[in-house]
């Protein structure tokens, strides 16, 4: 009876061990294998009314960005997470003008930086959710933030009104208790035009230069439409120039602060 038990217990560690061992690769449908790290992706409960925004600051011209472009594209169709890449110029003077790149976006970097009290901006950088900052080459650091930050409450709500297609689009924000920032009374309302499409654009100068670098999510506009302080308001967002672009709203506490809610429209 003892031996019976030993046996038993001794197939039990056999088999334990052969599912450790295994548990380090998965298969793809393909039929690949892809590492364990890989294959994870953070459990989140969000979706398009209060996603997980992720901001990457990145630019053509800088070598350490298309790992982190590659991260933010397979990230870019889930429903649960709105990913936006603004194209930054400060790599521009050397020797690669990004063709997507704004002065806008490298002062939205700027702004995160002055708000977490830093004197220099960086690429590539990925801000969550307005609170938080990371390198945007790491995998397992990127996939870890995003299950700390979690989905944006929903609220104060993020409505799309019904129009007849012609003209902005009307958006109400609902109603919600307010704690105005240190530096603003309000929050800032922000409308977002994205390109959702990869492109691929061939690099001939620069860090990056004979490289093809895929971009999803590329940002083409942001423009404030408004303040939101507590109260229901109802807001104009100008049409996207191209059909192809899709849109986002973006309410955000202060000047680089955290933001409150966002919609994918």
């Excluded at 472009?69 to 649960?80: E, G, I, Q, S, T």
């Excluded at 990869?198 to 303040?227: D, K």
């Amino acid at each position: 009876m003892v031996r019976r038990d030993m046996t038993a217990r001794l197939l039990a560690l056999i088999a334990a061990m052969l599912v450790a061992a295994c548990s380090d690769t998965a298969a793809d449908r393909s039929g690949m294998l892809v590492t364990q790290a890989e294959a994870r992706a953070p459990a989140i409960t969000g979706d398009a009314r209060h996603p997980v925004v992720l901001e990457l600051f990145q630019s053509q011209g800088c070598s350490s960005c298309p790992p982190a472009n590659a991260n933010v594209n397979a990230l870019a169709a889930r429903p649960d997470i709105l990913a936006l890449s603004f194209a930054v110029t400060y790599w521009d003077q050397l020797g690669w003008k990004d063709k997507f790149a704004s002065a806008a976006y490298t002062a939205r970097e700027w702004d995160y930086a002055h708000a977490a009290h830093e004197d220099t901006v960086s690429t590539p950088h990925i801000v969550i959710n307005g609170r938080a900052a990371v390198v945007g080459t790491n995998r397992p650091a990127l996939d870890a933030a995003i299950a700390r930050q979690g989905p944006l409450p929903g609220s104060p709500v993020i409505d799309q009104m019904a129009t007849d297609g012609a003209g902005p689009s009307r958006i109400l924000i609902g109603a919600a208790p307010f704690t105005p920032g240190p530096d603003a009374r309000a929050a800032t309302v922000w409308g977002v035009d994205y390109d959702p499409r990869e492109q691929a654009v061939a690099i001939s100068a620069g860090e990056n230069s004979g490289r093809t670098l895929p971009h999803r999510n590329i940002v083409r506009r942001l423009a404030i439409i408004g303040a939101w302080s507590g109260r229901s308001a109802r807001y104009a967002l100008p049409r996207p120039q191209d059909n192809a672009y899709r849109q986002a709203v973006l309410i955000q506490l202060g000047s680089g602060g955290p933001l409150l809610n966002a919609r994918k429209l």
